[in-house]
C-alpha cells in the first residue's frame, strides 16, 4: 500500500509572518511539496472567506478548516465522493446566546468583544485592515474577544464555558469563544473519514505555535512546533524551530518529512 503524507497547518505565526503574514520564505516549498502529492490542510481560527483570500494568494485549492475546527471544506478535492462540506459546530447566534445567558455578569464585563470595537480599534488587535479586515469579521461560529480580568477570572471564565459545553481558545492576539470543539476534533473528523478510502497508508505532520493548536499537535504523528518553546508535547517525533514563521515552518517541514523518509515509510 502507498504512503501519503498530510500537513495540517496553522496560519497566523505558524506559516504566515506574524505581522506582515506573508509567507515568502515557505512559497516555493509549499509549491515543491503540492507537487509531491503531500496534502495540505490549512486548519486557522480564520473565517471561511479569509482562508479563500489566502488560497488565492497560494495560487491553490485546497481542502481547508475554519474557526478552530468549525467547518471543514473541499475534502471532495481529495476525492470525488467525499463531501464538499462538513460543519462541526453550532451556529454562533446560539453559541452567544448560551454564553450571555449563562455567564456570571461580573465576567462577562471583562468581555471586549472584537464585534463591537470600531474598526480602529479592530485593526489595531487584529493586525488587519481592508477587505482582509471585512473577511475576518465574517463569523459563523466564533467569537475572537479581549479579556480585560484578573488571572482568577479567567480560570474562572474558562472552567464555566467549559461547563456550558462552549470553549474558549487563545490563539496569539485574541481568546475565541466557540463551541465545544477546536483542531484535535476536526483533524480526527477528517482522518476518520480518509483513512480507509484513499487506498493509502496516511501519516500526518501538525503545524502550530499557539496554545489553541494543541489539541492538533497531540493528535498528530509529527507534531511541528513554530517559535514556542512553551508548547510541550509528549511526542519524540515532534519537530521545533527557533526561527519564526515563514521559514520556520519550512524548517520544521522539512524535519518532519526527513524522519518519515529515513524510516522508510513512504
Known amino acids: 500500500m502507498k504512503s501519503k503524507i498530510i500537513i495540517f497547518t496553522d496560519l497566523d ?26 496534502i495540505i490542510i490549512p486548519i486557522s481560527s480564520k473565517t471561511e472567506k479569509e482562508i479563500r483570500l489566502f488560497l488565492r494568494e497560494i495560487k491553490h485549492n485546497l481542502p481547508f478548516v475554519t474557526e478552530n475546527g468549525s467547518e471543514i471544506y473541499n475534502l471532495n478535492l481529495l476525492k470525488k465522493t467525499f463531501p464538499r462540506k462538513i460543519t462541526l459546530a453550532r451556529n454562533k447566534l446560539k ?25 480602529r480599534k ?11 479586515l471585512n473577511a475576518s469579521l465574517h463569523r459563523k461560529f466564533t467569537f475572537p474577544f479581549i479579556f480585560r480580568g484578573s488571572k482568577f477570572k479567567k480560570n474562572k471564565l474558562l472552567k464555566d464555558t467549559n461547563k456550558m459545553g462552549l470553549n474558549i481558545l487563545e490563539g496569539g492576539r485574541v481568546m475565541n469563544l466557540g463551541d465545544k470543539i ?22 500526518t505532520i501538525a503545524v502550530g505555535d499557539n496554545s489553541n493548536d494543541l489539541s492538533m499537535l497531540n493528535v498528530s504523528e509529527y507534531p511541528c512546533v513554530i517559535g514556542n518553546k512553551n508548547l510541550k508535547i509528549k511526542n ?8 519564526y514563521a515563514p521559514l520556520g515552518w519550512k524548517i520544521a517541514v522539512k524535519k518532519a518529512i526527513n524522519k518519515i523518509e529515513k524510516r522508510g515509510l513512504i
Open 13 to 38: 505565526g505558524t506559516l504566515l509572518d506574524k505581522t506582515k503574514f506573508h509567507f515568502r520564505q515557505a512559497k516555493k516549498y509549499i509549491n515543491e511539496l503540492i507537487s509531491k502529492n503531500i
Open 95 to 119: 453559541i452567544y446566546e448560551i454564553f450571555n445567558k449563562k455567564i456570571d455578569p461580573q465576567i462577562l464585563e471583562n468581555c471586549e468583544f472584537v464585534f463591537k470595537m470600531t474598526k
Open 122 to 132: 479592530q485593526t489595531k488587535i487584529l493586525g488587519l485592515k481592508g477587505k482582509k
Open 182 to 203: 477546536d483542531k484535535g476534533y476536526a483533524v480526527n473528523k477528517i482522518l476518520k473519514l480518509t483513512k480507509n478510502k484513499l487506498k493509502s497508508k496516511i501519516h
Open 236 to 243: 519524540k517525533n515532534k519537530s521545533f524551530s527557533s526561527d
